[in-house]
C-alpha cells in the first residue's frame, strides 16, 4: 500500500497534545514554506545544482515528517541521498520530482485544514 500524502495519525496526536490553534499557525508557516521551497524547485530544474538540491532536500526530508508528511520525507530523503551520485542529466528530474511532491502535499495540507489562510 503506497504511503499516504497525509498521515492523520501524526496530525491528529499533534492536535491533542498542542491544541488546533497551534497546529493551525504550524499548518500554515508549512503552507508558506512549502511554496517558497516548490519555485525554489522549479528554479532548480532550469538551472540545476547537485549541492542545492541536495541541501533543500535535506531541509525538507527533516521538517516535513514531524507534522505528517510522510510521503514527502521519503522523497526529500531519497533525492538528499541521490543529489551528487546521479548524472548531471538527472538533476532536473529530481528538482521536478521533488516540486510535484511539495505541490501535493501542501494542496493536501490546504484541503485538510480550509481554514488556514496565507499571510
Keep these: 500500500m503506497p504511503?499516504?500524502?497525509?498521515?492523520?495519525?501524526?496530525?491528529?496526536?499533534?492536535e491533542r497534545r498542542l491544541g488546533r490553534d497551534r497546529i493551525l499557525k504550524v499548518v500554515t508557516a508549512q503552507i508558506v514554506n512549502g511554496r517558497d521551497m516548490s519555485r525554489r524547485f522549479a528554479a532548480l530544474e532550469l538551472?540545476?545544482?547537485?549541492?542545492l538540491l541536495k541541501s533543500l532536500a535535506?531541509?525538507?526530508?527533516?521538517?516535513?515528517g514531524s507534522i505528517g508528511l510522510a510521503q514527502l520525507s521519503s522523497l526529500a530523503a531519497?533525492?538528499?541521498?541521490?543529489?551528487?551520485?546521479?548524472?548531471?542529466?538527472?538533476?532536473?528530474?529530481?528538482?521536478?520530482?521533488?516540486?510535484?511532491?511539495?505541490?501535493?502535499a501542501m494542496?493536501?495540507?490546504?484541503?485538510?485544514y480550509p481554514e488556514v489562510t496565507e499571510s
Design 3 to 14: 504511503e499516504q500524502i497525509l498521515d492523520l495519525a501524526i496530525l491528529t496526536e499533534l
Design 107 to 112: 494542496a493536501a495540507l490546504a484541503m485538510h
Design 78 to 104: 531519497s533525492v538528499d541521498q541521490q543529489a551528487l551520485a546521479v548524472a548531471p542529466a538527472e538533476l532536473p528530474g529530481l528538482a521536478r520530482a521533488m516540486r510535484d511532491g511539495i505541490d501535493a
Design 47 to 51: 538551472a540545476p545544482d547537485a549541492t
Design 58 to 64: 535535506h531541509q525538507i526530508a527533516g521538517s516535513s
